[in-house]
Nanobody
């Protein structure tokens, strides 16, 4: 199983980025996909999750109204659209997959390598 997040980079505050999560080696359309982030010196935190069908999603309060999660099961891809970025959004962003609908970091079975997002003020 492989998950790979991409699309990170340097952006000014107020800007936007779209992250992608490419999955292979699993029945992607059966899995919920979570997005997480980890800032330097901090614990990994939940950003949001989308259900296996894409019909349901949930975002953490810190990003609600600014970040949107979507997926394309035909392409085995999930996305995190990030708008109105703030310096405090700076972190490595990771995607993960699990059969359970969960917000817990320690519940996810599969993790991908992250992508760094840096938001300058």
């Amino acid at each position: 199983v492989q998950l790979q997040a991409s699309g990170g980079g340097l952006v000014q505050a107020g800007g936007s980025l779209r992250l992608s999560c490419a999955a292979s080696g699993l029945a992607f359309s059966r899995y919920n996909v979570g997005w997480f982030r980890q800032a330097p010196g901090k614990e990994r935190e939940f950003v949001g999750v989308i259900s296996w069908s894409g019909g349901m999603s949930y975002s953490a309060d810190a990003v609600k109204g600014r970040f949107t999660i979507s997926r394309d099961n035909a392409k085995n891809m999930a996305y995190l659209q990030m708008n109105s970025l703030k310096p405090e959004d700076t972190a490595v962003y990771l995607c993960a997959a699990d059969l359970e609908w969960t917000f817990r970091v320690d519940s996810y079975d599969y993790w991908g390598r992250g992508t760094l997002v840096t938001v300058s003020s």
